[in-house]
């Protein structure tokens, strides 16, 4: 029997399980659940969690002081008595701000309709509870109507879920980060709640009732949480492989991320029952702060990831050559697995999945490799430090639009198969990383696709960068030959027990290892760029998105068409809030961007590096759409400005990735 027969062997999804169900006993709301940044909940389950670690048998087992700004919901009931008499009492969710009622209070409530700054004419919510519906997937996010009710002087808003996520039944509450402000209040009412007020409303005379409240929801900035860090020594400890998930939540958080934890300690129990001695230095961190950990800040989420590589250990850059993070594990988000990972590794990891039995009774379809990462999970903040990571793919079912973030994430969707197949994959390709004597790092795949994202032809751009991206091609193709042979000789020297074997080809691809994850660190600074809805992207990209439209609504204006003018204009940057809130609103969460310090940017600063701003000409054409005229020549001078503004944006965006592309190509050329 082999390492990965005996580790195989161990595998027990009942302990899994029952450790994911054992999380869900710490709360600070005695209701829905919610174990979030930096509060008491969270505390104690990490206490639990390093407990727990010891129990399996990690060694150095400890607790990472990571800097965190801190929420406490404890509760949020509100009491209501109809026309009728009948009193009613309603549970509400809660994002990360703060109200206090100190027991329950007396306020009045008026809807307003999505929230917008139109639907605020003729209304009066000053100091008044302002329930608005939301479509967060659909339409906008959260702290944009949440920020317009505060600056009209309400005393907080109730969003109910029109759609996007929280669909699989009427009482679903849902949260996400609030990206705003603390001291502007927002909390999450059910539909079958919400709509149970909107009758009273209407059958109101004066369109507003009355309700009592009590809510508890504290934010504390400048606190601290922990990171829980175990480990299985390896024999080369300078070599690390670090596997990761979140232990805070919203609601019990069974799939998001209990289960995430639960897998990641299945994964470690299993490898120390069946005696497995790795080369590597196994590192597992169960994190906190990954829902939410930053006030004010458009990046709010992962906190305690970033903090993990950047502050508390900004060595691991260089020394672990893989981080495995793991998020809702066990549930089928398609028919298909994937795994999401960098570009650079997404050869390696093809040639792995060929090897795999994937259980149909789990993935029907297979399983498949993912590229790029994306900001959703922790997994993006440890990648861009240097370390590169990977994530089983969570995001392509419905199960984000239905169940996530509700208090319907429970065991009631758990599928055994699924938890069962994900211990056995991600545990033998933890072994397979053990048995590298290089990072298999493979830029090749990096430069295809960003020569896909090029489009030269509207850029009128010299053939120097295609010529440098072809160099860059053959340079990565002649090192990965060099690492798969290296990496090949080591693990049959592994396999054999041919440890002065291992060791020799150690120290001849030392400095080949280090050179390349330097590499990989410095093109996470070179080519990984945000746009203004957290999408990665290549630098040129969002000028080149932006210059599409521009040109298709100076075309559409020039046509006589000012509706589909203004339809282009709304997917430039984040000017569709230019649509719907109030200049101080849309200028608010755009400067934030630009006038935070980076450890309030977290993994976004540096990462927008320009803004269209055109609130003052979507106005301007909506105000001569609703007077009738029809001479929109001053729009259009100024769209014909923006776009040659942004044509010299391209072109300074394309001169910049010629500049990276050939330091990249000089760096590897000397390898």
Known sequence: MDDEERYIEQIDTAYSYKLAKRMEEFKTNPVLGFRTAGSEAEFQTGEMLLQEMKEIGLMQVHRDRIAVDAWEFKKAVMQFTDRDGRQMEFQLGAYQTDFQTDGFQEFSVVYAGKGTAGDYENLDVKGKLVLADINQRDEWWINFPVYQAHVKGAAALLAVQEGGYGEIHSTALNAQDIAGPADAPAFSISQADGAVLKKALRESENGEIRVRFDASSRVRKNQHSYNIIG???GKEPDSMVLLSAHYDSYFSGFQDDNCAVALMLGIARALVRSGYQPRKTLVFCAMAAEEWGISNSKYDWSAGAYQQVFSVHPDWPGRVIADFNFELPAHAHSRKDGIRGVYEYSTFLKKFIEGIQVDPAAYPDGIEVLCPIETWSDDFSIAI?????????????????????????????????????????????????????????????????MERTLNLDISQ???????????????????????????EEYRRAVLAGQEEECLRLRLESGHLGEALLHLFQKEQEYFVRLDWHDS??????????????????????????????????????????AFQFEEEVFRYFTDYIFHQPAERLAWGYGRIRRHANLFELVQGIRNRIRSGETDFSAELETIEQVRDSQRECFREDLEYMARAVEKMVSAMEQL
């Open 231 to 233: 480990q299985i020594t």
């Open 385 to 449: 430090s240097g370390i590169p990571s990977m994530v089983n793919d969570f995001a392509a079912g419905s199960f984000m639009e239905t169940h996530y973030h509700s208090q319907f994430d429970n065991e009631d969707y758990y599928q055994e198969p699924v938890f069962a197949f994900h211990h056995e994959l991600y545990g033998r390709l933890v072994m397979a990383f053990d048995r590298l004597a290089v990072p298999p790092l493979d830029f090749g795949p990096l430069f295809r696709a």
């Open 536 to 577: 990665v992207l290549f630098p040129q990209e969002g000028a080149r998105h932006n210059l599409m439209y521009l040109e298709q609504a100076g075309e559409s204006l020039r046509q006589g068409k000012p509706e589909k003018t203004l339809e282009s204009l709304y997917e430039i940057d984040n000017n569709r809030y």
């Open 461 to 487: 751009f010299p053939d120097r960068l295609r010529r440098l991206l072809g160099r860059a091609e053959q340079e990565s193709a002649r090192l990965y030959r060099r690492v798969e042979t290296l990496n």
